[in-house]
């Protein structure tokens, strides 16, 4: 390729071809690493609206493919400037253990995250409806109404605390550990599962009862 060049080029640029070559071929690893990271973008941004995935998810998996086709890009960018398979390899190698530490490390909150994922894509439950987790099918847990889903908890209005307002934020992966009993929006929850109703407070002035009109006191 180098001799072809030499005889197409004038002569003065001879000397700079082991320079034009590979500043030329990493130009254009880089941008079509740009054109298939926006390609690969617009391809999950569809598939999001067709299947109705929620934005929180697109940021994440925006994120991971970004880095994976940067990544590949800069891999072969090394090997066009004379790197090593070896050295590559061994510095491959290397990351790798580091992010296997740092995945073990984040391990729980990594769980919630993937947990996020199958609830936006399995669908055990949506917002507006009644849930409640159990240990056993018998033993009581926690209960209320889905109010909000994103990437670490699922947040419940309680239905079960003595005054309105309290929130239940349950961590994604332990929706996955426990029995789930659910009530689909429009669905009434049992009467004997609900928020007990306060009574109304008993009148303890120690004031006196206001006398009859016209009554005289001795």
């Known amino acids: 390729m180098l001799e072809r060049l030499k005889l197409i080029l004038p002569p003065w640029m001879h000397d700079w071809l082991d320079v034009i070559v590979p500043g030329v071929q990493i130009a254009l690893i880089v941008l079509a690493a740009l054109l298939l990271q926006h390609l690969v973008r617009r ?7 067709h299947y109705q995935f929620p934005h929180e998810l697109l940021a994440p998996i925006n994120g991971v493919v970004r880095w994976l086709i940067l990544g590949g890009a800069g891999l072969l960018a090394l090997e066009r400037l004379g790197v090593s398979a070896a050295v590559l390899w061994t510095a491959f190698t290397g990351f790798a253990t580091v992010g296997a530490v740092a995945f073990f490390a984040a391990w729980s909150v990594l769980s919630n995250l993937f947990c996020a994922l199958l609830i936006f894509t399995v669908g ?3 917002v507006g409806d009644h849930i409640e987790l159990l240990d056993t099918a018998e033993k009581p847990g926690a209960l209320g109404r889905v109010v909000d889903i994103n990437l670490l908890y699922t947040t419940l209005e309680d239905v079960t605390a003595p005054a309105p307002g309290a929130r239940l934020q349950i961590p994604n992966a332990l929706i996955f550990q426990r029995v789930l009993r659910r009530w689909p929006a429009g ?3 049992p009467a004997s599962k609900l928020r007990p109703v306060a009574s109304a407070p008993a009148l303890t002035s120690a004031e006196p009862a206001p006398a009859p009109k ?5």
């Open 43 to 49: 391809i999950i941004r569809r598939a999001s609206d």
């Open 187 to 189: 669905v009434d929850v």
């Open 124 to 126: 055990p439950f949506r």
């Open 214 to 218: 016209g009554a005289s006191f001795p």
